[in-house]
């Protein structure tokens, strides 16, 4: 139940397009298409942003999109605004009803 | 509205023991898989426990296993975590959640601070 690898900053200027990956084994990430984005604000609850690896929920911007690759997923987060600067934490199914998160990675807007 | 709301946050001595609950409204509480999640001061969030949506299966992360005890009462629309032999590396704000194969109704949040 190691946590998935995730950087611990990224930053961007209005408008650019950013990258988060998030890099598990085949026993999570690439084990299965349960791959979930949660967005975090400080001290609020998670919102979940991006679940099924790509599928977003209802009322999720579409500037919001993830897919995955091998053992490695990914979040990209187009057209960054100053709200998108929050906490993100990636989210695998780790099989027997088990699931283990990312380290977090903190998106900055310059 | 679809909610859930944790209660049962508190100080406790390490060693001692404290019920979460959570109480689930605006969706058929009976039909879902609900989970336990923590975060400590300053750190990213952790996967703590799992129930089934009757009850029939669970499971825990290593760290709290044989510790920590989930459990739910669907007539009650409530989720439980007990917690047992608690430590200083329990201090956390626990969130229920809702599954779908991914976490999409949170709770608030309750602390849980394990301190001498």
């Known amino acids: 139940q190691s946590a998935l690898t995730q950087p611990a900053s990224v930053s961007g200027s209005p408008g650019q397009s950013i990258t988060i990956s998030c890099t598990g084994t085949s026993s999570d990430v690439g084990g299965y298409n349960y791959v979930s984005w949660y967005q975090q604000h400080p001290d609020k609850a998670p919102k979940l942003m991006i679940y099924d690896v790509s599928k977003r929920p209802s009322g999720v911007s579409i500037r919001f999109s993830g897919s995955k690759s091998g053992n490695t997923a990914s979040l990209t987060i187009s057209g960054l605004q100053a709200e998108d600067e929050a906490d993100y934490y990636c989210?695998?199914?780790?099989?027997?009803?088990?699931?283990?998160f990312g380290t977090g990675t903190k998106v900055t807007v310059l | 509205q679809v909610q859930l709301v944790e209660s049962g946050g508190g100080v406790v001595q390490p060693g001692g023991s404290l019920r979460l609950s959570c109480a689930a409204s605006?969706?058929?509480?009976?039909?879902?898989?609900m989970h336990w999640v923590r975060q400590a001061p300053g750190k990213g969030l952790e996967w703590v426990a799992f129930?089934?949506?009757?009850?029939?299966?669970?499971d825990y992360a290593d760290s709290v296993k044989g510790r920590f005890t989930i459990s739910r009462d669907n007539s009650k629309n409530t989720l439980y975590l007990q917690m047992n032999s608690l430590r200083a590396e329990d201090t956390a704000v626990y969130y229920c959640?809702?599954?779908?194969?991914?976490?999409?109704?949170w709770g608030q949040g309750t602390m849980v601070t394990v301190s001498s």
């Open positions: 959640a809702k599954e779908i194969h991914a976490f999409d109704i």
């Open positions: 989210c695998s199914y780790a099989g027997s009803s088990t699931y283990v």
């Open positions: 129930i089934h949506y009757d009850g029939s299966n669970k």
């Open positions: 605006g969706f058929t509480f009976s039909s879902y898989g």
